[in-house]
């Protein structure tokens, strides 16, 4: 069964600053999604990583996949307070057309 | 472009009681559906998924059920809610494709008392 997970759960961090944050899964996969969440609204798609190695960048978001590591990372460069929400990693369940959610990182962005 | 609508939008309910939650997809054609529940302050759950007409998958076994009696539209129901049925509800779509993202609706907010 595929798991995901993600780490921190919280974050809080000062804004201008530099922060990272992961998702680890458990079997082989290489659809990897991430997703934003505003306080009381739907999810907003931000990237789609479909292969080893592949990255993605928009504005002060960068997001970077390891299929061998089964790992992805989304790296926020000199954060600002529009920034906080709510992330989730998906990853693709091979063979299935299924996403499988990360239990999301909270991150609040201090001016 | 594609949109994807879901209503309502909030609806509170006493225990018991029938749910019907609507989804539609427009500007695109048989797209996968989904089905997720969202607890306050927690990740998404799958409920249903759906490759085509009258076809669903089942992810977790409860008082809920759906269906998609048309290409672009997915039901949620159950005919007696319970107190734990409360949550963020949300509908999204993805092409049939291995590359695809998924999109999502603007979600129902059910509580039920």
């Known amino acids: 069964e595929l798991k995901v997970e993600q780490n921190p759960l919280f974050l809080s961090m000062q804004e201008g600053k530099n922060y990272t944050i992961y998702c680890n899964y458990s079997t082989t996969s290489d659809r990897l999604y991430w997703y934003r969440q505003d306080p009381g609204k739907s999810l907003e798609s931000l990237f789609v990583l479909l292969s080893n190695g592949a990255v993605k960048q928009e504005g002060r978001l960068m997001a970077s996949l390891d299929t061998k590591a089964r790992l992805s990372t989304l790296h926020i460069t000199a954060a600002v307070h529009d920034l906080s929400a709510t992330y989730f990693c998906?990853?693709?369940?091979?063979?299935?057309?299924?996403?499988?959610f990360g239990t999301g990182t909270r991150l609040k962005v201090l001016a | 472009s594609q949109t994807i609508h879901q209503w309502p939008a909030t609806l509170v309910q006493p225990v018991g009681s029938p749910l019907s939650l609507e989804c539609t997809v427009e500007?695109?054609?048989?797209?996968?559906l989904y089905w997720y529940r969202q607890a306050a302050g927690r990740g998404l759950q799958l409920l249903f998924y759906?490759?085509?007409?009258?076809?669903i998958s089942s992810e977790v076994p409860q008082n809920l059920s759906a269906s998609r009696p048309q290409d672009r539209q997915f039901i949620l129901s159950s005919k007696k809610l319970l107190l734990s049925d409360s949550g963020f509800y949300l509908c999204a779509w993805s092409r049939g494709r291995d590359d695809s993202s998924q999109f999502f609706g603007p979600g129902t907010r059910l509580t039920v008392l």
């Open positions: 500007g695109t054609s048989n797209p996968n």
């Open positions: 998906a990853v693709g369940d091979p063979g299935t057309y299924k996403y499988i």
């Open positions: 759906s490759v085509g007409i009258g076809q």
